[in-house]
């Protein structure tokens, strides 16, 4: 492409300096104005109804009007270049602006489903601290009545074997002192 471009260049640089070697060459005539014609013209003819028309000045005439609508060419490409150009400018910022719109919705339903997250765990840690505490309080009920009935039991059993016991005593000693009665009788 590049030497396409070249070539191109160094054409029209030859056609733009043969229009102005043509023109440098032609003495000017103020008389006759430029007309710009969109037809090809046909070859031409040394006398038109008694009119002498210069053959190099015709030619001039549609070198003229070559190079002028060359010149509007290439302002039209240049002029849809810039078009296109701000049309991609345009478009790529649609689609950064719709890229961002699209990350930050993203980011937003992260945000969502994060604090929903920590909400649900939270509540989840309540509960389990609730159930815990229950649980302990129950736990130590318990424990408290089982300690309680322990204590009642080891009282109840003290108590039976000191009766018990003084009983045995009482009976030991009745029959000590009814031994010692039949011996000093």
């Given at each position: ?52 028309v210069n053959p190099l000045a015709d030619v001039m005439g549609q070198a003229e009007k070559a190079y002028a609508a060359y010149r509007e060419a290439e302002q039209q490409v240049s002029k849809i270049y810039k078009e296109n150009e701000q ?99």
């Amino acid at each position: 492409m590049v030497s396409r471009k070249r070539k191109t260049d160094k054409s029209e640089e030859g056609t733009k300096e043969m229009i102005v070697e043509s023109i440098e060459g032609i003495e000017e005539q103020p008389d006759e104005p430029i007309v710009e014609v969109n037809e090809v013209a046909e070859e031409p003819q040394a006398e038109t109804e008694g009119v002498t028309v210069n053959p190099l000045a015709d030619v001039m005439g549609q070198a003229e009007k070559a190079y002028a609508a060359y010149r509007e060419a290439e302002q039209q490409v240049s002029k849809i270049y810039k078009e296109n150009e701000q049309q991609l400018t345009e478009a790529y910022r649609r689609a950064e602006q719709e890229a961002s719109s699209i990350s930050e919705e993203s980011i937003r339903q992260a945000l969502v489903v994060r604090d929903e997250a920590i909400a649900q765990a939270n509540r989840v840690r309540e509960e389990a601290e609730q159930r815990i505490l229950e649980e302990y309080r129950e736990t130590r009920e318990q424990a408290e009545k089982s300690n309680e009935k322990a204590i009642a039991e080891s009282l109840k059993a003290r108590d039976e074997a000191v009766a018990k016991a003084w009983d045995l005593r009482d009976n030991t000693v009745a029959q000590a002192w009814g031994i010692y009665s039949r011996i000093t009788k």
